[in-house]
């Protein structure tokens, strides 16, 4: 572990984190604006559109290959994406010479699961269209690696849009209720996610659905035929021992590969983190969408 990155952890628990984010969960800021197209660098060209009225971005480098990154950002279902996502896609698009697409998802309060689910997949349909010769893949961190879970199952389940090619998420959040009795003593060790803070944000997110529901809690969902998945969590975050149940459950799926990495001292989602792990993990995550290392 890096100094930076275990500076991290020791400020998450000095500055109470958990606690801060349990406040903007409860009063969650809106018109942030961080992906505005404005706040872009001049070295991409952004193109801006919406659908039903909810904004989308697709960034381009210089050199676009045919491949595209659908980017699902984290939140909680709740909380708006900040400016760490454009940079992210930034790089991706000129480092990694990748299409991406940000699509800024309905959030609860004011919308559920539901509605994030239309918006998306109605976001990926016109993707499919305009761009038809792109090859598609899955990237999403916490909340928006659940999404691109259960995005990917029903994208696969209706069958009448291409698959993504492969899916990588990092910290998802595989169950909307976080009833995975091991939580209890992780808990103790992540100073970034508050779980009872969390536990409500799902309720309203997850609307008139049940907890089990794939669309809020693909752990529970059919993980057959969904292709490569590379999942990425750390051994600081409450949301490890459900990454590990899934893990478990890769030697049995017919037609889904699941390559599980588990970071060692790292805390929540640290890809939002400027660090040499975070540039690792993203270096070994385009490796795998654009088949360019060994053992993937």
Same mark, same amino acid.
């Given at each position: ?23 903007? *969960?409860?009063?969650? +800021?809106?018109?942030?604006? #961080? =992906? &505005?197209?404005? $706040?872009?660098?001049? !070295? %991409? ?58 699509? *800024?998802?309905?959030? +609860?309060?004011?919308?559920? #699961? =539901? &509605?994030?689910? $239309?918006?998306?997949? !109605? %976001? ?68 970034? =996610? ?77 890809? =939002? ?24």
């Amino acid at each position: 572990m890096s100094m930076k990155t275990e500076m991290a952890r020791i400020f998450a628990g000095l500055n109470k984190s958990d606690r801060k984010m349990a406040l903007e *969960l409860e009063h969650p +800021a809106r018109g942030t604006a #961080a =992906l &505005d197209q404005e $706040r872009f660098t001049k !070295r %991409v060209r952004v193109k801006a559109w919406n659908v039903d009225g909810f904004p989308a971005f697709t960034i381009n480098g210089s050199y676009t290959k045919a491949a595209h990154v659908l980017m699902l950002p984290g939140g909680a279902y709740t909380l708006e994406p900040s400016g760490r996502y454009r940079e992210m896609a930034e790089h991706f698009a000129i480092e990694k010479q990748v299409r991406v697409t940000i699509p *800024l998802c309905p959030l +609860a309060p004011e919308y559920t #699961a =539901l &509605d994030a689910h $239309r918006y998306l997949v !109605r %976001v990926y349909s016109f993707l499919a269209a305009e761009y038809p010769e792109d090859e598609f893949f899955l990237f999403g961190d916490f909340s928006g690696g659940g999404l691109a879970l259960s995005l990917l199952q029903e994208l696969r389940d209706t069958g009448n849009l291409p698959m993504p090619v492969r899916t990588a998420v990092v910290s998802p959040w595989l169950d909307i209720a976080l009833s995975n009795p091991k939580i209890k003593i992780v808990k103790k060790s992540d100073p970034i =996610l508050p779980v009872e803070a969390l536990k409500e944000a799902g309720v309203r997110y997850r609307g008139p659905l049940e907890p089990d529901h794939p669309f809020v809690s693909p752990l529970y969902g059919n993980w057959d035929h969904l292709g490569q998945i590379l999942v990425f969590s750390g051994t600081e975050e409450i949301l490890t021992p459900d990454c590990e149940l899934l893990a478990e459950m890769a030697g049995k799926l017919q037609g889904t590969e699941i390559i599980y990495r588990k970071g060692a001292r790292m805390i929540h989602d640290w890809i =939002l983190i400027p660090c040499k792990e975070t540039d690792a993990t993203l270096d070994l995550i385009f490796a795998f969408f654009l088949e360019e290392a060994l053992g993937f």
